[in-house]
Structures are given as C-alpha cells and as structure tokens.
C-alpha cells in the first residue's frame, strides 16, 4: 500500500507547496488536493511545486465546469511539462455547487460522468475522437506528446463503480471506512485497479467527546446524496462516523485495516496534530 497525504481547502499556493515538500521530505508516495469551490485550480498548484512526492494528484477535479477536451489539455501540459507523475481524479462534484453555485444544469451525473470519461480517456492516451452525445459532442485530437496520467473517478455508488469499471483507472473515495471498503467498493473494481481512500483522522484523548464535535460540524456533508446514500448503506448516520479518532495506536492500526480491506493508496488527512500524525504514516 502506498501512503500519501493532502491539503484540502489551502489557504494559498505557499500552504500547498510547503505541504508537498514536508511529504516528500517524509519519503511518501502522494501528495493531492483538490477543487474547493472559490478556491484555488488544483492542478496550477501541483504544477507549480517545486520539491514533492513522485505522484501528486487531484482528489478531484469536478466534471461539469470543464470540457473534457480541456481536462485532457491541462493534464497532458502538466505531465509533459512537470516530467509525468498525475494522478487525474475526477468526478461530478455535488448539485449546490455545480447547479447552485454557477448557474449548471446538474442533470444525470451517471451518464453525464460516463460520457464525460468517454471522451477523456483516449484523448490522455493520444488517440483522436469523434463522439457525439448527449453531452458532448467532440471531432478532436490533441498534439501533445507526453504520458497519460492515471485516470481516476470519485465513486461510491454502485452505478457509479459500474463507470469507474469500464473507464477509469481506479477510484478516489472519502467519507469511508475500512468495512464499506471491503464490502462495497473493493468487490465492483476492475482486477489491479486503484483505489485511493482519504483517511481522515484526529488524534484525541477522548474519541467520544472529539467525534461528537466533529458530528456537529459535518452534519451538512452528511445530508449530500452521495455521501447520505454511501453512509446509509453501511448503516451510519454522519461523515465523523469514519474519521479515525483516538491515540497514535488507534490510527496506526487503522492503517493495516484499510490495507486489509484493498486500499491501494491511502491519503491522510489529519484534522489536528499534522506532523505527529505523519510521522507515524512516515514509519509504517
């Protein structure tokens, strides 16, 4: 299993390099971050760090703000100006962004990802296309030479994984435990794929105390589709019902269970003690 880390939500790109350079500086695999509406492009940042991790990657990049012809520009201008080493997620991002926040119609995000993938994927391996859809239609080839990056897709669904299956590289997932991985994720992945789950975790006395706090201010995560339907169907109520909270044994065992349950790539994220905390990924 490889081990990396993300900085979700930066305050600015210095946060960011600094957090890819103290990774690399640590020997991890993976650094990412990702596309926080109103913030900053993922993929300018990661473009731009100078000391990082081999892999760096974007956890994830929403779908219905960018043609899939640019998605594929921007990734191919990174790999062969950087020398390689994205790891492209990406994934429809949630209707009070895409349809609220700019204006987008957030219309079937299963058939809408499947096309958006069906377009991307051979134009990151060099290959024209011509595709017309109900989304897009595309008559293009890229001249860039340079490496296609490993193409990922946030799936937690079913269906969703159906998609991730058939086009995609592997999976970015969050909000997720050790058994929701093993019984619903791992099971519907292509053989060798990747899966690539965001640990989140808290180091606190009284893991009681601490996740109830924490309960309280991720309830509005909790009540998005994707997230209500994946926690449904493994019987919890709230995002901190995933976060691994307790001291340094708690979160080093939780490693090998995240291991066991098929975890490819595992992306800490502490909430609190960031150094402690990956010191101790950095020794596993």
Avoid: C
């Amino acid at each position: 299993m490889h081990y990396g880390t993300a900085l979700i939500n930066p305050t600015s790109p210095a946060d960011v390099a600094a957090a890819a350079a103290d990774a690399a500086d640590r020997g991890l695999d993976t650094f990412w971050t990702n596309q926080n509406p109103g913030g900053w492009d993922p993929l300018t940042l990661l473009a731009s760090l100078g000391r990082r991790p081999a892999e760096v990657g974007t956890a994830i990049l929403a779908t219905y703000p960018r043609h899939p012809v640019t998605t594929a520009t921007e990734a191919l201008t990174f790999q062969a100006a950087a020398g390689g080493g994205l790891a492209l997620g990406v994934g429809p991002s949630h209707a009070w962004y895409v349809q609220d926040q700019l204006g987008l119609p957030y219309t079937s995000p299963l058939r809408h990802t499947r096309e958006y993938l069906t377009v991307l994927r051979p134009l990151l391996h060099g290959e024209p296309v011509r595709h017309t859809g109900e989304f897009f239609t595309v008559d293009t080839r890229l001249d860039i030479t340079a490496p296609a990056p490993s193409l990922l897709m946030s799936a937690l669904g079913p269906r969703m994984l159906e998609v991730a299956y058939d086009l995609a590289d592997g999976v970015v997932v969050t909000w997720i435990t050790p058994e929701m991985l093993a019984e619903h994720i791992a099971p519907h992945t292509a053989p060798g794929a990747r899966i690539v789950a965001q640990l989140i975790t808290l180091l606190s006395p009284d893991p009681d105390a601490a996740r109830a706090a924490v309960a309280e201010q991720l309830a509005a995560i909790g009540q998005m589709p994707a997230y209500r339907a994946s926690l449904g169907r493994a019987g919890l109520d709230n995002p901190a019902d995933t976060i691994v909270i307790g001291d340094e044994t708690t979160i080093t065992d939780a490693l090998k269970r995240y291991q066991d349950a098929g975890v490819t790539d595992l992306v800490v994220s502490p909430l609190n003690e960031r150094s402690r905390t990956l010191d101790l990924i950095a020794k596993a």
